[in-house]
């Protein structure tokens, strides 16, 4: 019922500017960066960041868009690592592209270095791995506009397993269930996540994480809370939290919104290797928020963040994985000196599998009621067998990878690991 | 005042109080037997739950409380995941295989009705009103809006002289005034592209309703079917008025070209966000007459007039705002300030471009590449006459014109 594209040509719509970080992004830089420059809206700029990439990325886009190195003078509002070069293509084609090229530091240095640049007052801050619908800036500059009461800060929006999907131009032209097991599971996941979970904490105001994959923010409070924090991995939720801080303490009534629309698609990783990774770089992201920002807990001066939110991540986010390996080992404690009350143990974990099943199995039938991304009645039962199976397989892996991520944490580690592409599938030929 | 937070706390305390009621009255079911005649899969079910009660007694007994409403939630939470589960699959089958038959049934009547549509409209044809009448008049009335949406003219009074022959305005004024808020979102609109007058009172009453989108669309159902358009509603809104909402009016009266009332009206209004569509819309409408009453407003409380008010006296080129500008620059936050200062760079008077040279004076590199960014050619080189030259001032210069400076 909503007509976005008011929008479109309304002297209401803010300007936005489009910062997508890469890094060793060859494969798919350029398809990516077709999908960025096809997006609609009237008063937008895309500004990639080449973070020092190893690989040929900046020579390809060099290559493909015609870009020319320019002067440009930047007003440093927050200090990045040193920018080699500032690029803008020959082609008026592609007038609202700017590459920045920069020494390697880190994605959020990368977007520190883009709100630097960018013109606008809104900026999306974007991965360049995925894909974002052409209608995802309306959508996300909506809150915006629409807000009675409270300053909208941030907004993110759904993002979905992109993995086997078709990719032609820039535009996803055919969505396919992943035929990767783990990107499988991870489908299920993400839609459990952002369909129940996230819509939640926005109903109640109380979010305090923006994916980074896609997120739509306020420059002037980022600027003013001195942007993206680069000594963590989880710099999405972290600013996010300081956002909100700041927005608390400078009594700035406001509102973080989350849309349950799949405006991003991203390619998951489908190696254990990988996967593992970025469990790890996960919890340890989440442990330097909580950690940073410890004062939130339960202190009223920060609102619902600091009562409900906070501890709720503090509980289920870092400590469930702790309590259930715990739990895990009391079980084999208690089996091997034979105090175990199996009845009892088999009717509780009955509940729980059925329960946890259930939730899933929700969250795919509100993704089919809603958005219908999954054209074939084969695709959607093959989705649902992986409720089944993700307690057994998926889930204590992502147990152990967090208590991994605990540990690595608490040994210091810092660094993000290598994400290897595949790339997106190229469409079928007819 | 029903608000969408209001309505919402009260569906949470209603959820968890049916859900305390619920435990009770399970718990009370599992510890008394149950009748006699009882069918047997309540039997399976009584049985299962109360032997997982059972391994449980020790527990139950040491710490009741806990217990006593751990266990019946437990259960609850079990009896809702089956049940969603079933009818998760129930839904999905319906909407795989049912639905079908429901979309070939509807795709029917849809060729059915534009094509009569489209002979009705070529050549006025009588039999094609007979037969749109045996089509069920949701599926006509979509036909016929969905068309009208998209032709001007000869034609378009034509559909709508069918439009009324069909009797589709009494199925969409029925609608339109519907208990379900989603029928009135629906129609609303419907009737406000067709001028049926009568939903005009549907639409006043939905004004006041607690969901934006179905407010939108009823404030602008009613402002269309306002015979003078002079947005009487907005006197004593208690609402606001959204920027997505003053959005879809703007678009409203330069897309079927109503002409704008005197926005001045709704200066005095206390409801802030009207008195900023107000400001805004003088602005956009170039009311220039306007212009010396925009004045106080600067000194609003309110941060979102107080930016109209001045954009609104730059695209009105009121120079004796000036002296108000510069008062209000020192007490401003950046981002007003960069607002003010281009209104200064555009009117460019005397008095502007002193205040403007004195503020080069100031460290602030975003301020002062504000500054020359305002100006044009002839004025900046008189501004760079007048003021001592600092570090970066020739990049900054050079990159003005040429949109490299961020």
């Excluded at chain 1, 799949?262 to 989440?286: D, F």
């Amino acid at each position: 019922m909503v007509d976005y594209s008011i929008l479109l040509s309304s002297p209401f719509a803010p300007g936005i500017s489009v910062l997508a970080p890469a890094f060793n992004e060859s494969k798919t830089i350029i398809d990516n960066i077709k999908a960025l420059l096809a997006i609609q809206y009237s008063n937008f700029e895309v500004i990639i960041i080449n973070d020092g990439s190893k690989d040929d990325s900046l020579e390809k886009v060099i290559r493909e868009y015609e870009l020319e190195k320019v002067d440009y003078v930047v007003n440093y509002r927050i200090s990045t690592k040193p920018v080699r070069g500032i690029y803008r293509s020959r082609n008026r084609a592609y007038h609202f592209l700017t590459v920045i090229d920069k020494e390697n530091g880190g994605k959020a240095d990368s977007l520190n270095a883009g709100i630097n640049i960018s013109r606008h007052d809104l900026f999306v801050a974007i991965d360049v791995d995925s894909v974002i619908i052409p209608d995802a800036l309306p959508k996300l500059v909506k809150p915006f506009l629409q807000t009675e009461h409270e300053r909208v800060i941030a907004t993110g929006g759904a993002v979905r397993v992109a993995n086997s999907c078709h990719l032609e131009n820039g535009h996803l032209i055919k969505i396919e269930v992943p035929k990767n097991i783990w990107a499988q599971f991870q489908v299920v996941e993400y839609a459990r996540a952002f369909l129940i979970g996230r819509i939640a904490w926005s109903k109640v105001n109380g979010l305090m994480l923006i994916s980074g994959a896609l997120g739509l923010f306020d420059k002037d409070i980022v600027i003013k809370c001195g942007g993206y924090n680069h000594n963590t991995v989880g710099e999405d939720m972290e600013l996010v939290v300081r956002m909100r801080k700041y927005a608390y303490e400078h009594k700035i009534p406001h509102r973080v919104e989350y849309i349950p629309d799949p405006l991003c698609w991203t390619e998951v990783p489908s190696s254990l290797k990988i996967l593992k990774r970025q469990r790890n770089r996960w919890t340890r992201g989440n442990m330097d928020t909580l950690y940073f920002h410890k004062d939130i807990f339960l202190n009223k001066k920060y609102g619902i963040m600091g009562l409900v939110s906070y501890p709720y991540y503090l509980l289920f986010e870092w400590l469930t994985p702790i309590l259930e390996a715990i739990g895990l080992f009391y079980i084999v404690y208690m089996i091997i000196i034979g105090q175990i009350n199996w009845p009892f143990l088999g009717l509780m974990s009955a509940f729980v599998y059925l329960f946890s099943v259930a939730l899933t199995c929700n969250a795919l039938l509100f993704e089919e009621i809603t958005f219908h991304r999954y054209d074939k009645m084969r695709q959607i039962l093959h989705l649902f067998i992986i409720p089944l199976l993700e307690p057994f397989i998926f889930h204590p892996l992502t147990v152990y990878w967090a208590i991994q991520g605990n540990i690595s944490y608490l040994k210091g580690e810092k660094g993000w690991g290598n994400m290897e592409r595949t790339g997106f599938a190229p469409a079928q030929k007819k | 005042m029903i608000t969408h937070r209001r309505m919402m706390f009260v569906v949470y305390l209603a959820t968890f109080v049916l859900l305390i009621a619920l435990m009770i009255r399970i718990d009370d079911w599992l510890t008394s037997p149950l009748v006699a005649d009882a069918p047997g899969w309540v039997v399976s079910v009584h049985s299962i739950c109360t032997q997982f009660i059972f391994q449980s007694v020790d527990l139950r007994q040491e710490s009741n409380m806990l217990f006593r409403f751990l266990f019946p939630l437990i259960i609850i939470m079990a009896i809702l995941s089956c049940i969603s589960i079933g009818l998760l699959l129930l839904v999905v089958v319906n909407m795989r295989l049912f639905s079908q038959l429901k979309i070939r049934r509807y795709n029917y009547y849809t060729n059915k009705a534009q094509k009569y549509i489209l002979q009705y409209i070529d050549n006025g044809n009588e039999v094609a009103v007979s037969e749109l009448k045996r089509i069920p008049p949701k599926i006509v009335t979509d036909q016929i809006i969905l068309l009208f949406n998209s032709i001007i003219g000869k034609k378009a009074l034509l559909l709508k002289k069918l439009f009324y022959e069909l009797n589709c305005h009494k199925f969409v004024l029925s609608r339109a005034g519907s208990f379900l808020w989603c029928n009135r979102l629906r129609y609303l609109p419907v009737a406000s592209a067709m001028q049926i007058t009568e939903a005009k009172e549907y639409a006043r009453k939905t004004i006041d309703c607690y969901m934006p989108l179905v407010r939108n669309e009823a404030e602008m159902a009613y402002f269309n079917l306002e015979g003078d358009h002079s947005m009487e509603f907005l006197r004593g809104f208690t609402r606001v008025l959204s920027e997505w909402h003053q959005l879809h009016f703007y678009n409203l009266m330069v897309r079927k070209s109503i002409p704008p009332p005197d926005f001045s009206t709704f200066f005095q209004e206390k409801n802030a966000s009207v008195v900023a569509f107000a400001l805004h819309m003088t602005r956009l409408f170039r009311q220039k007459e306007n212009g010396l009453l925009v004045i106080p407003y600067l000194q609003h409380k309110n941060e979102s007039v107080r930016k109209q008010a001045i954009l609104a006296l730059r695209d009105l080129e009121v120079k004796e705002a000036i002296p108000d500008l510069i008062d209000l620059y020192n007490r401003e936050e950046s981002r007003l300030k960069v607002e003010i200062i281009r209104v200064l760079g555009f009117l460019r008077t005397d008095d502007a471009m002193e205040f403007l040279i004195s503020e080069m004076a100031t460290t602030d590199v975003l301020i002062r590449i504000e500054i020359l960014r305002s100006l044009d050619y002839s004025h900046r080189s008189l501004l760079l006459n007048n003021i001592d030259n600092f570090e970066g001032l020739e990049e900054i210069v050079k990159h003005v014109s040429d949109n490299r400076i961020a």
